[in-house]
């Protein structure tokens, strides 16, 4: 049995992810772990997740219970995913990494841990999101240069990055596959006197709106037709069984820096 931590139990994610490893064969709910003066403090981590009772009280101490785990999985925010990992490196845990919005320095203080650590990290982890990802890059190959590209993703009121983790991969996918460099291309939103579209830009747009779990549309747009590969999460229980399958695979890999292409064997398709 691999012992699984969580951490931001009581968050969106944190929910999900209670409700999917209690119900996913070969791991056990070991650890809940929510920040200090977090209400959720002390609740049993089945209940809060709206479950019956799991046995395991949601602590704010990651240190006192990290020795208990086999693997940490993390949906909370950089600074706090940052903290998580730094005692995975100083007790050797794997670590699955689903938090998005890092920053250049943080992203690469992850591919210094990674060298002598197993951690996987991936801004979305349902399949859908992740075939799509595949099918950009064919879509790209074929009609890229011809076209206009466009990104458009919403989520709910709650959101705090935009764009979203996955709008951001599905453009580097595509700006890779066209051999152009995101962060010279990127156009983020337009306002005012913009001037013609600059033909190998990548577009982003962004809605924050109510309780929308996750939608993401990229548009390749030519004069008299247009390509629109979309994906839509209705519930958060996809990304959750796309963590516990990563943890799953994480606990019988070594260490190195994996994304949930890896995971899903799509890298070579
Ligand atoms: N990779 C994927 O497939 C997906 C990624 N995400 C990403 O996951 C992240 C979380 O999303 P979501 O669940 O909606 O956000 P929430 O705000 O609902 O949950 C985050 C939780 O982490 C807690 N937290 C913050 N700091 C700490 C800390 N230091 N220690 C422990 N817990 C902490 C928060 O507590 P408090 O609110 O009290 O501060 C909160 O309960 C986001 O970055 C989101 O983009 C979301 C869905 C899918
Ligand atoms: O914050 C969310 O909710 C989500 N965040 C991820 C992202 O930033 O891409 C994935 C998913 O779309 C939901």
């Known amino acids: 049995m691999i012992r699984v931590g969580i951490i931001g139990a009581a968050g969106r994610m944190g929910h999900a992810l209670i409700r999917a490893c209690a119900t996913?064969?070969?791991?056990?709910?070991?650890?809940?772990i929510e920040r200090p003066g977090s209400p959720a403090i002390g609740t049993d981590a089945g209940e809060l997740a709206g479950q019956a009772k799991l046995g395991i009280p949601v602590t704010d101490d990651l240190a006192a219970a990290i020795d208990g785990i086999d693997v940490l999985i993390d949906f909370t925010r950089p600074e706090s995913s940052l903290a998580a990992l730094a005692l995975c490196q100083a007790h050797g845990k794997r670590l699955v990494i689903g938090t998005t919005g890092f920053g250049p320095e943080q992203k690469a203080a992850i591919e210094q841990a990674a060298q002598t650590l197993p951690i996987m990290l991936a801004p979305n982890m349902s399949v859908g999101v992740n075939l799509c990802l595949k099918l950009l890059e064919i879509a790209a190959k074929i009609i890229g240069d011809n076209t206009d590209i466009e990104i458009i993703e919403a989520h709910h009121r709650h959101k705090v990055d935009a764009p979203s983790g996955t709008a951001l991969r599905m453009g580097e996918v595509v700006a890779a596959a066209l051999g152009r460099d995101l962060k010279q291309c990127a156009v983020y939103g337009r306002e005012g006197h913009t001037g013609e579209r600059d033909p190998k830009s990548i577009g982003f747009s962004v809605i924050r709106a109510g309780d929308i779990v996750g939608e993401h549309t990229v548009m390749f747009a030519d004069e008299g037709e247009r390509v629109e590969i979309t994906h839509n999460a209705s519930s958060r229980?996809?990304?959750?069984k796309g963590a516990m399958r990563a943890a799953l695979w994480l606990a019988e890999t070594p260490a190195g820096l994996y994304d949930m292409q890896d995971v899903l064997g799509l890298k070579n398709y």
Do not use: V, Y
């Open 24 to 32: 996913t064969p070969g791991l056990t709910l070991a650890a809940a």
């Open 237 to 240: 229980a996809t990304f959750a």
